[in-house]
């Protein structure tokens, strides 16, 4: 089974948090996530979030405090997802790679088709937050 290294960032603005949602194209169509992607060889997590943020929503960011960790298994893969908060630097939300992006709050968010790899983050963001 492949087993996939991938990042997750938590982009926040007070009581809200970005999410993205996976095109027709792609696997897990209109499933909601937090934005990311895959770590390349040789690349540290908060490398590949600050550049994969860059490609799929035009924007900088700064890759600040760890959040979570999950490890899931998607019958064909299983992916192991590390997600870190993130603040935006620079730029517009331009997509690219997804359909569709909402600034959601973070109470709601499990009312989203969350993938289920995301779940367990979404959770912790809101424990965090709530706190």
Same mark, same amino acid.
Not at 17 to 32: A, D, S
Not at 41 to 66: H, M, Q, W, Y
Not at 72 to 88: E, Q, S
């Given at each position: 089974?492949?087993? #996939?290294?991938? %990042?997750?960032?938590?982009?926040?603005?007070?009581?809200?948090?970005? #999410? %993205?949602?996976? /095109? /027709?194209? &792609?696997?897990?169509?209109?499933? !909601? &996530?937090? /934005?990311?992607? =895959?770590? &390349? +060889?040789?690349? %540290?997590? *908060?490398?590949?979030?600050?550049?994969?943020?860059?490609?799929?929503?035009?924007?900088?960011?700064?890759?600040?405090?760890?959040?979570?960790?999950?490890?899931?298994?998607?019958?064909?893969?299983? #992916?192991? +997802?590390?997600?870190?908060?993130? %603040? #935006?630097?620079?730029?517009?939300?331009?997509?690219?790679?997804?359909?569709?992006?909402? !600034?959601?709050?973070?109470?709601?968010?499990? =009312?989203?088709?969350?993938? /289920?790899?995301?779940?367990?983050?979404?959770?912790?963001?809101? *424990?965090?937050?709530?706190?």
């Amino acid at each position: 089974m492949k087993r #996939i290294k991938v %990042t997750a960032g938590i982009i926040t603005d007070h009581d809200k948090v970005l #999410i %993205t949602r996976r /095109p /027709p194209k &792609e696997n897990f169509v209109g499933g !909601w &996530e937090f /934005p990311g992607g =895959k770590i &390349e +060889l040789n690349e %540290t997590p *908060e490398a590949c979030l600050a550049r994969e943020l860059k490609e799929e929503l035009n924007i900088d960011v700064s890759v600040g405090n760890f959040c979570a960790e999950v490890c899931h298994d998607y019958g064909d893969m299983n #992916i192991h +997802l590390m997600a870190y908060y993130c %603040t #935006i630097l620079d730029g517009e939300i331009q997509i690219s790679v997804h359909d569709k992006y909402k !600034w959601v709050k973070i109470i709601d968010l499990l =009312k989203y088709d969350l993938l /289920p790899a995301d779940i367990p983050i979404a959770k912790k963001v809101m *424990e965090e937050y709530y706190e």
